[in-house]
């Protein structure tokens, strides 16, 4: 069955920090990836996507992710972790067809300390 | 673009009575989705459509939901009678299969039924 697992359901960091957020998945084709952001009370916003070609993919905020076929994972990582980028963290497969049907991880709460 | 569009942004009701909300898709897009957070079961896909057609409702916890999308711009998420556990946040998104896959989501409707 298709499948995301997030491993890490909560993780802490201080400011200034490097963020490696994993996100492996269980997909039989060629999938598209993932990640969305949510901060509290607000909707999800993408923060970057893979479909093919370069399999490091750079985002908005200072993200990017990389995808290994061999590992099946799609992890998201930021160098340097600023205290806004508390928030929930989604990552997200589907596949390359017309079916717009996302398959959900469930996420990985981020807590930055000061 | 304004976005997604939902409305109300917060809803409290009493147990049995009707709920609807409403999703105002990006100009354009031709996918709906309509999903479901909560602490205990994350985001659940409840019903999509395409060209306003339900392609998917296997995520519709029970007849007690209904989704209608009488025209490309205008979607209803309904829950009639309203039980305590229905109390969640209700998100609507949209995509288009002239794009990425990706999901633009609404700020989402927080629901209280008491």
């Known amino acids: 069955a298709q499948s995301v697992t997030q491993p890490d359901i909560h993780i802490t960091v201080s400011e200034g920090a490097s963020l490696e957020l994993r996100c492996n998945y269980s997909y039989g084709a060629t999938p598209y990836l993932f990640w969305y952001v949510q901060s509290p009370g607000q909707g999800l916003q993408l923060l970057l996507k893979y479909f093919s070609g370069d399999t490091l993919v750079q985002g908005i905020k200072g993200f990017e992710a990389e995808f290994k076929r061999s590992q099946s994972s799609f992890n998201l990582r930021k160098p340097s972790v600023h205290w806004s980028d508390a928030a929930e963290y989604f990552c997200a497969v589907n596949n390359a067809g017309n079916n717009r049907k996302l398959i959900w991880g469930l996420g990985t709460s981020l807590a930055v300390n000061p | 673009d304004a976005g997604v569009i939902q409305s109300p942004r917060h809803e409290v009701t009493e147990m049995g009575q009707e709920v609807t909300l409403r999703c105002k898709p990006i100009s354009g897009h031709d996918y709906l989705f309509w999903y479901r957070q909560t602490m205990m079961r994350g985001l659940e896909l409840l019903i999509y459509?395409?060209?306003?057609?339900?392609?998917?409702d296997s995520g519709m916890p029970e007849d007690r939901f209904s989704a209608k999308m009488p025209n490309a711009s205008f979607s209803t998420l309904k829950i009639q009678p309203s039980e305590p556990r229905d109390s969640a946040v209700y998100f609507c998104?949209?995509?288009?299969?002239?794009?990425?896959?990706?999901?633009?989501f609404g700020q989402g409707t927080r629901l209280t039924v008491v």
């Open positions: 459509f395409n060209n306003n057609v339900p392609i998917d």
């Open positions: 998104a949209s995509s288009s299969s002239r794009g990425g896959t990706e999901a633009f």
